[in-house]
């Protein structure tokens, strides 16, 4: 098998206060294969998105990604190159697009000169060769009109057509690797639909991987080829798309799903998980997960649970995994509280 | 940033309780003329610091009465200021419509006139202006700008959720305006305020020196660099010392009130662990 | 939900419209009155029965939030009536509408910007009791305790900012809130769409327990479809200001028939791999509401086979369809694809 397009592994991004250390991400290791699609799932606090901010080296004082860590891209280890070196990666071999289009976009400048000016930077192109770029993206993109849209600036247009300037100007020197940070998240669900049909389309043309940060399970089951589920700055659970919805491990995954309403069913009551994220200062020791947990016992509390295989392609961080009778046990969660999340 | 606000803290400090503690504080009497001829412009010495002036009185302790009359006036006159401008700024921007615009054309129109000018016109026609009245002038022409800025905030205020939650469980305007909204609008007030008090005592050390501002026999710092002015020459340290206090506290001002800025403005705080993963 | 439907209506909104004025470019601000209006909502009516919970569903414009504030009257209707409870809520001036927002209350979206930053949670949630006299002193105190155990909360938090609790803790005061003063309707304007999913379901949970505990009324504006699905009896769906489609949620999720509301469903993503060939994707984007279509507001982007220059003409009525299941299109509802 070769090398995969991008090797993360034992990533930890560390947050520095004085005396306080925030363990954002914390042992964090996944893959991403040449053209292939792979979801990060995860809730506010869960490090999702300090890790797709930490692979372009985006991490600014105090944060600092610690130095056991590696992510190697294309065979190059991103954490030894230079910064200028990593300039020359950073929205060329790989790009990123954000939540909010607005706030990524400089309303100063027209959308063609923003997206002919990432071709400038990378490239020796003259200004005319660069702004044809331009154009030709944003029709790639699906813009009607794309000549005229390039002369207009970022507020002319509805959030719907800002996240397509946004994916062009990501795409328009066919990265090897785009990152994703919710990029549906603020728009309504027709636009998002639209939107996620052509990152798809875009992605089987320029062949293309694609790393997803998301906290919707719907979306990951539209787009993904595989998933990492991140919790407390860990992966909990890591499977092929099909095989985590048809069979998640982790209970912190199947809190998850059955926590969503449904569209198909109606269910008198939602299953919640009690309580919140707990702060990355102070992540519970053994299982980080283990307060809010209802199969939780005594061996939670103290060890620590590595990812274990539970499949092909599969691994979960979870002691059911080699205790699966406890499973099947009538539980009660270790600490009651009742739909409280105080 | 926080040392900046330590340091001016403690400049601003420093200098009012030496003024509220004048009479304990002070080597001479600052108006006493003990020998018109012998002790007259002596330098800056051992027993006088700050040197005499003409008529042989101590310029030490004249600036630590001096700072009695700047501080208050200033610190009096930016509390009016204040005041009338918060009521007006708040009154525009919640009432809004046609009040507003004429509320806000008249502001308009005052910050049109250049307030210096405005206020020698006023100080000239007034002969001899008792002390109090010069505090109420110098208020009453310093609120414009604070005005403008208090009713954009509470204009944007208005819309916010909290407020609208206020409105829907049945509260009256005026709670509104002053459980909900002004609260809010405080740290701009608050540094506006620590602005103003500097930007005060150089436009009454102006004033004074140009013979308008505080009459004698009471001296502000102004007047006691008035004093001095003829005399530039051969007697610098009359004008100089009291100078140097005015700019001394008019800095720290200016370093407290950016401070204060800094702090309450969010954008300025550092980005929370909540903030990078939500 | 069709016990529900036998009841009185509590709340009767008639053709209620509310127009906002736009200023079109610096000549217009200079030398201009208002040269256009936005119809956010326009001739919106419909009824909701005492202990209901009525569904608003809609995308971002659709004008779903200000139809909610027109009702409260936070905002000044153009023109229609509101009747809660036999009084007309949008004539109401002064204490005697004061009065009245007792009955109703709201719980917003926004977990950050609905709390009074500088006002602790408790007085935030005792405010609406002195307002309108219900307790004061040690008695005020012991509903507010009461109120944060309803919710969830700890008691003692009472004493505490706004900015040391997370979001649904948040949700939760903004609850406690609204309770405060014993309203018999709350309008929920997407009260947790900011909120993480494992702590939403403790959040609809909450605001079901109450529902039954108090016998209150919803009006749930939301735009995500499934959460609407779950907590609503009867649902109805706007675009670009206007309601398109209403039925039970069961009849509506299972039979649309406006084409808008069969590709607004068919685009929710769903957590079943493999589901993504019956989506009906649809092409562009909202017309603007400064300048809204004739006849019908969707024909830009129907995918209804049957769509013609009928549907440009006629603007098309809310007819009812079926039993129940009203919907504004002049075709005959074609198929899910």
């Known amino acids: 098998m070769t090398d995969p397009l991008l090797s993360v592994s034992d990533l930890r991004t560390y947050f520095h206060d004085g005396e306080v250390v925030a363990r954002a991400v914390d042992g964090v290791s996944f893959d991403v294969a040449e053209g292939e699609t792979v979801a990060v799932v995860g809730e506010s606090g869960s490090g999702k998105s300090v890790t797709a901010l930490s692979i372009l080296r985006l991490i600014r004082p105090p944060g600092r990604i610690e130095t056991a860590s590696s992510i190697r891209f294309q065979g190059r280890e991103l954490l030894q190159l230079s910064d200028g070196e990593m300039r020359t990666i950073r929205g060329n071999r790989i790009a990123m697009i954000f939540q909010e289009p607005m706030s990524a976009l400089n309303p100063v400048l027209t959308v063609g000169e923003q997206i002919a000016e990432v071709v400038r930077v990378h490239t020796d192109a003259s200004r005319h060769d660069a702004w044809e770029r331009a154009v030709e993206m944003l029709a790639l993109t699906g813009i009607s009109a794309p000549r005229e849209r390039a002369s207009e600036y970022p507020h002319q247009l509805s959030g719907g057509m800002r996240q397509r300037v946004m994916i062009a100007m990501a795409l328009v020197l066919k990265p090897a690797l785009l990152i994703a940070d919710e990029p549906t998240t603020a728009l309504d669900v027709t636009i998002q639909a639209q939107i996620l049909e052509l990152l798809q389309r875009l992605q089987e043309q320029l062949g293309m991987a694609v790393l997803l940060i998301t906290h919707d399970l719907g979306v990951v089951a539209e787009v993904a080829d595989r998933v990492v589920v991140m919790y407390g700055g860990e992966v909990v659970e890591r499977a092929t798309m099909t095989e985590l919805f048809e069979a998640p491990q ?38 980080r997960f283990r307060d809010r947990c209802s199969y939780a016992w005594d061996r939670c509390a103290t060890e620590h649970p590595p990812l274990y295989p539970v499949g092909d392609e599969h691994e979960s961080r979870c002691h059911l995994a080699v205790e699966p009778l406890r499973r099947s046990e009538s539980h009660t969660p270790l600490t009651v509280r009742v739909g409280a999340d105080s | 940033m926080v040392r900046h606000a330590g340091i001016a803290s403690g400049v601003i400090a420093v200098i009012v309780v030496v003024a509220l503690l004048a009479p304990w504080v002070a080597p001479y009497d600052p108006i006493a003329q003990p020998d018109i001829i012998g002790l007259k412009n002596l330098a800056p010495s051992f027993s006088h610091p700050f040197g005499t002036d003409s008529f042989s009185r101590d310029v030490l302790s004249r600036c630590i009465y001096g700072a009695r009359i700047s501080l208050s006036v200033a610190a009096l006159a930016t509390a009016i200021a204040i005041t009338l401008g918060t009521l007006y700024g708040a009154i525009a921007g919640y009432v809004g419509g046609a009040v507003d615009a004429v509320l806000m054309r008249i502001v308009d129109a005052a910050l049109s006139i250049p307030r210096v000018l405005l206020l020698i016109a006023i100080l000239a026609l007034w002969n001899g202006l008792p002390l109090w009245l010069l505090i109420v002038v110098l208020g009453a022409t310093g609120w414009f700008g604070l005005s403008r800025m208090v009713r954009a905030q509470v204009l944007s205020m208005r819309e916010l959720d909290f407020v609208a939650a206020a409105r829907a469980l049945g509260a009256s305007g005026p709670r509104i305006l002053f459980r909900h909204i002004l609260p809010n609008v405080l740290p701009t007030i608050i540094v506006a305020a620590t602005l103003g008090v500097g930007h005060v005592i150089i436009l009454e050390a102006g004033l004074s020196y140009l013979g308008l501002g505080v009459q004698p026999p009471s001296a502000s710092w102004g007047s006691i660099i008035q004093d001095g002015a003829d005399q530039i020459g051969a007697a610098w340290w009359i004008s100089l010392f009291p100078g140097l206090l005015i700019v001394t506290t008019a800095i720290a001002c200016n370093a407290l009130g950016d401070a204060l800025r800094a702090a309450f403005d969010p954008r300025e705080n550092a980005v929370t662990m909540a903030e990078l993963d939500s | 939900m069709t016990s529900a439907r036998t009841n009185p209506a509590l709340l009767q909104v008639t053709r209620l419209r509310k127009d906002f004025p736009v200023r079109q470019g610096l000549q217009h601000s200079l030398f201009g009155r208002n040269a256009a209006a936005i119809r956010a909502v326009n001739d919106v009516s419909f009824d909701i029965a005492r202990g209901e919970t009525l569904g608003v569903v809609g995308e971002s414009g659709c004008g779903k939030t200000t139809m909610g504030r027109a009702i409260l009257r936070l905002i000044e209707p153009t023109s229609g009536s509101v009747v809660f409870d036999g009084i007309d809520v949008a004539t109401l001036h002064g204490a005697a509408l004061r009065s009245m927002r007792r009955k109703m209350q709201v719980v917003f979206q926004d977990p950050f910007s609905s709390l009074n930053p500088r006002m602790t949670v408790g007085a935030a949630v005792r405010e609406g009791m002195l307002i309108h006299h219900l307790a004061e002193g040690r008695a005020a105190d012991h509903r507010v305790k009461t109120l944060f155990e309803e919710v969830g909360l700890n008691p003692d938090y009472a004493s505490r900012y706004p900015h040391e609790f997370s979001g649904g803790q948040r949700q939760r005061i903004g609850v406690a809130r609204a309770l405060s003063v014993e309203p018999e309707m709350i309008v929920c304007d997407e009260p947790v769409s900011a909120l993480d999913v494992s702590v939403q379901a403790q959040v609809i949970n909450l605001m079901q327990d109450l529902q039954r505990d108090r016998g209150l009324t919803y009006l749930f504006i939301a735009h995500d479809l499934s959460v609407v699905r779950h907590i609503a009896d009867r649902v109805a769906v706007m675009y670009l200001g206007r309601i398109v489609e209403t039925a039970s949620a069961d009849d509506l999720y299972s039979n649309p028939t406006m084409p808008y509301t069969q ?32 006849g019908c507001v969707f024909y830009s982007r129907c995918q209804h086979p049957l769509k013609d220059d009928d549907c440009t003409r006629v603007v098309p009525p809310l007819e009812e369809k079926t039993p129940a299941h009203f919907a504004a299109c002049i075709k005959q509802p074609s198929q899910l694809p």
């Open chain 1, 250 to 287: 982790h209970p912190y995954t199947e809190g998850l799903m059955s926590a969503m309403p449904r569209l198909d069913r109606d269910a008198e009551r939602l299953v919640t998980i009690p309580g919140v994220v707990p702060p990355s200062t102070a992540w519970p020791s053994g299982c």
């Open chain 3, 263 to 294: 590709a607004l469903l068919s685009a929710v993503p769903r957590p079943e791999p493999g589901r993504q060939t019956a989506r009906i994707v649809l092409q562009g984007e909202p017309p603007s509401p400064a300048n809204p279509p004739p």
